[in-house]
């Protein structure tokens, strides 16, 4: 027998029992469809996750300090990030004004605690000419805030691009002014939007000179600060040396952290690669379980065909030409499986990239056919021992079967 009779073979024993053959498949469907959803929404988060943290910039470090006996910190702590001379290109404060702020220009008005639109409402950061260094953010139009403004104390600010849009539309913000709960302040410069999926946030800020604070933050200590190191050699000896700095100016007094961009940029792929790794064995289950299946029919249609096994036998059919026929209908089930629970699992993940993500999300082509494979492979495996078991009837017991 050749491989064009087994596959008509193979197709006519699938169509004769149509709704075995695909309650047979349902497994191999569901565990592909899954395989393929999962790893795919996975990839994802994974995707999305990684641009938010690459997005911060590397040799990136975010160091945070406070005093319990209420000891203001902040300058010393800002001092000595600047005085760590060749290790970092720049350091800014990064403090944040939690009260409700209303901007406005015009007609336009925006509060920073209009919850009911957060996607575009706005967070007002006090920093400083390095803010947009340390921060990852270019310029796109006019400048950032200058030595002088920030030693000034001077009412000026640089937006981020989706507070642009909202404000001027389609007018030039550079030179316009922006009244701050009344105060006015003059837009000299705007950031370029990251255009990061799905985190509006990230270019929905409003810069302000960190040495506001007394007048737009109620005198309020800053916190945080970003330190952008020359490398990552030097982001780890920074964060080494500013450590030991905090825990000398502050000891058990307070409290301190440094984190290093590039450290969590690693640890986050590994936890990534894990959870890929318990996801698709999860998964995975569920199409061993489809398998097991494949087995079990399997070894019903040996008996069911024993007598057609021991004819051919008994016509002079070798072995190996009945573990052909038997391979090739257990792996056509699974490979039919396969196709059905990717193209399932290819609208499943579209549907949850868009509800759970806000994402257009596609498998894949690595998954897609790693799936495919994956499902006939399977059928190949457990549909082995059935068809050794029906080439070893022995053609005088298969013809006294019923």
């Not at 040495?211 to 737009?216: A, E, F, G, P």
């Not at 396969?338 to 499943?348: D, T, V």
Request: charged share 15%.
């Amino acid at each position: 027998m050749n491989l064009k009779q087994a596959f008509k073979m193979a197709v006519k024993s699938i169509v004769s029992k149509k709704m075995r053959s695909f309650l047979t498949m349902l497994g191999i469907i569901i565990g592909v469809a899954a395989v393929v959803i999962m790893v795919s929404a996975l990839q994802g988060q994974n995707k999305k996750t990684m641009e938010y943290i690459e997005s911060q910039g590397t040799n990136k470090l975010e160091v945070s300090a406070y005093s319990y006996a209420g000891k203001n910190v902040s300058q010393e702590l800002y001092d000595y990030c600047l005085g760590l001379g060749d290790l970092v290109q720049g350091v800014t404060p990064n403090g944040q004004i939690y009260s409700e702020v209303v901007i406005k220009f015009g007609s336009k008005t925006i509060s920073t605690q209009n919850y009911d639109d957060w996607e575009n409402t706005p967070t007002i950061y006090l920093g400083s000419d390095q803010y947009g260094l340390c921060n990852n953010y270019t310029i796109a139009s006019g400048r950032e805030m200058s030595h002088l403004d920030i030693e000034k104390e001077n009412n000026v600010c640089v937006l981020g691009g989706r507070v642009a849009e909202n404000l001027f539309d389609f007018v030039n913000p550079v030179g316009q002014t922006i009244t701050l709960n009344g105060s006015p302040f003059t837009v000299v410069g705007v950031y370029e939007r990251k255009d990061v999926d799905n985190w509006p946030e990230m270019d929905n800020i409003i810069v302000l000179p960190y040495t506001l604070s007394r007048t737009m933050n109620d005198n309020q200590p800053i916190e945080n600060y970003s330190v952008k190191a020359v490398d990552a050699t030097s982001a780890s000896q920074a964060k080494v040396w500013i450590e030991g700095f905090l825990q000398g100016l502050i000891g058990e007094n307070g409290y301190y952290y440094v984190q290093n961009y590039n450290a969590s940029i690693e640890s986050s792929n590994e936890m990534l690669l894990m959870q890929s790794l318990i996801m698709g064995s999860i998964a995975g289950i569920s199409l061993l379980v489809g398998g097991i299946g494949i087995m079990n029919i399997m070894l019903v249609t040996v008996t069911e065909r024993t007598r057609e096994i021991g004819i051919r036998k008994a016509i002079g059919a070798e072995r190996r030409s009945i573990i052909v026929q038997f391979l090739i209908e257990a792996s056509m089930l699974c490979g039919i499986g396969g196709i059905l629970g990717i193209f399932i699992g290819y609208l499943g993940t579209l549907i949850v990239g868009k509800l759970l993500l806000n994402m257009i999300l596609y498998p894949s082509m690595l998954i897609t056919v790693g799936a495919f494979v994956f499902s006939v492979a399977l059928g190949i495996g457990f549909g082995l021992y059935p068809a050794i078991k029906a080439s070893g009837l022995q053609p005088v017991n298969a013809l006294r079967a019923e």
